[in-house]
């Protein structure tokens, strides 16, 4: 440790710098440990990009790696003096180069502020540090009985400073719902430095505008999330799972319709068309149905998960599902989940590169939604795997393609914004969950219209009057 | 109709007004009909108030009753134009002086928007206007199976604009939530008049900032909502309860601390001190037990309750309940929940007037809470019932005086200020459900300290930078 220390510092001295940056660096290291201070430009390079294809990424000045509230303040107040950016990170399995840095900024990593500070079981509430790991304060919880519902597919990565910035979701969310239901409060570092806490740790609270749940989604861009007040809930029974096969988008999602208009309350509700149940087969040999045009696989947790599949599995038939198979036990539930889980990698290995989009469409227009995405696939002769939290209406339409081929790759790009059109045709949202960042900006300006994107503005101006907060994103 | 329509618009062309007056009333007829305007001072005035105590109030100069959008948008731009005050209402059944007119004020009453414009059962939506009354709505969503949960004490009266202006919670919160956790999206019109949509229809959506939860709990103080998308659960099924009796409030709630740590959700946790249960038996004669110190409450509406009410009257033994009934029937369950909600009227019984606190805390500190209540009620030889959404650890502490003697009214005051004091000690808030209008100002500024209270202050600004929107509330 000491010797890496001794060799970045070096780094730093020695690294070419220009006055201003030496300035920065000064500022910053007057209340800074050396070794929370990256400078080495081949280190720094690494912090640029978050895991968004096609969003330009800056060269940072410095990246900091602070480890306490006063650390994050001390940064906040020298970027505030010296009008420099500060772009925001936790662990960058961002999917809209929201986290992606700018020429000349901070980069402020909260990966080291890493504690789980309190889980409290008669509260139902956990206090952490922005840069725990969402796996990691689930299992802590798990341990005291409780379930902290949120999880994105990089769980086993991503940090929960991150999952508030984007306001991420997962599989959960059909029933449980997205992480800002379960952020009670928050200690923010404003843009000066001045630490502002919102929120409660009560389940109700009113006093004031709602400023928490303003910050979550906010993608690091009105202040510094240092610490959240989680609400938790009791653990659920085991999740059983069903499979069943259609032979069209079309019934699947007539089968979907079915279910929430049922009145079921699946814990889990997916969907993954012919494109990705091959590409899943391909990459981990699965041994999906490949003759399926969509699998749809449903969970429940409740007491009497079985009468539940059946009851759902009565509704698939109903809607024309050639197969229905309901999982006997934990263990091959989990296995039909895992092939869900390797959706996005194994789409990824069909051509090498990857846009996922990320558009929410109220669930009655589902089926219109793929329809349209399998139109949009022909049009731009392109291979586009849709893999769906169906029971949301949260579609990830994923376009693969090779970065190397530039036509290839605009095509992409083309087909990528063309789908969150039709999603806003269809009365929904280009971002269930994956955040606005780089890369979907003129389209969130589409989506809200001029008149809620000056109130966005202003709102913005309000927290970060000089616009050093992760600058470019959203906006 | 055509009758009283005549002697408004005489009353109006009669009253002695100035030109300020004068000019205000004529740019409102130029775009509403006459029987929208209201000018009768004795009818005004009728609307000068909510239901709270110690808040005062103005005289309204124009009570307006528009019926669509454009006569909302018409309304706020003559208010920005001539400078005028806004005060929108709902019901007015609010304990905050949220709703009260100020001297001069435009009171916009949007009880004649009352059409629910769509239930989509797929979709688990609900399209609504502001006027709607909660109970009108539970009963629409309820023929479709569907189920809108947020039930304030008041949901015969109270309209959904008002709830979501207050974030109002209710009986079902502890499994349910309060009202914020159901509204999607809103149509706003801003304080200059323009139209403004925020969030969505779908089950997600993270395009920018919330800017609809923003406006949940500002109490009309950022803009006027027209119309709100609010999201819909599946009818559960019906609710069995259980009453349990104990010899303290500790033990209470000690009982109601190894619920909620033992995984237990149910639909309903609610706590009623003596004083409250005795106050409900003097005026309903409902044979509740006197001899109680605490009497709770619990509920499921799960697939077995009997079977979780067994458990939890387990657990209810355990820390030392000298009775418990579980009802055996939907009827024995309506009838202990009717002397629930008889509570805060047979409070109000006892001296004529009451002040509700509406303090949460950290459902750990709830018997610290009810202690302290205790403590303060014989400081200031006061009645002070409580009753609580105790899974919530939100108290409703009711401090019962007689508003005809000064210095028992001063008392009053003082002592319900003192339980908000007890409550931030705690960890808590000075509001769970019921917000901060003209009554909890100074607390509101208390609980938020000086940098939130900046940012409040800035957020209000951007909406409404004349100032114009219910002034002199929560500021």
Redesign the interface.
Known sequence: MAARCDSLIMSRIEAPRDETTGNLLDRLLSALPAEAVLTDPDVTASYANDMASFCDAGAPAVVVLPRTVEQVQHVLRTATELRVPVVPQGARTGLSGGANATDGCIVLSLVKMDRILEI??????AVVEPGVINAALSRAVNEH?LYYPPDPSSWEMCTIGGNIG??S?GLC??KY??T??YVLGLDVV?ADG?????G????????????T??F???EGS?GIVVRAVLGL???PPQQLVLAAEFASTDAACDAI?RI??G???PSLLELMDRTTVKAVNDLARMGLPESTEALLLAAFD???PAADLAAVGALCEAAGATQVVPAEDAAESELLLQARRLSLTALEAVKGTTMIDDV?????KLGAMLAGVERIAAKYGLTIGVCA?A????THPTVCFDAADPDESRRARESFDEIMGLGLEL??????????GIL?KE??AR???P??ME??R??????DPLGILNPGK?F
């Open positions: 409290n079981p008669v509260d139902r509430v009985g984007t306001a979701g969310c059909v719902g997205v800002a239901e404003l001045r630490l502002m806490s919102t409660r740790r009560t389940a109700k609270g009113v006093a004031g505008y709602d400023l749940r303003l979550v989604g906010s009105l809930r009791p653990q319709c929430m208009e009145g079921h309350v409740t007491p009497d929410c469409v109220p669930r009655s939290h029971g949301d209406g949260n009365g929904g949202t280009i971002t269930g969950e994956h955040g606005v979907k389209w969130m989506e809200l219209g008149v809620g109130m966005q202003a709102v913005k101006a309000v927290f959203l």
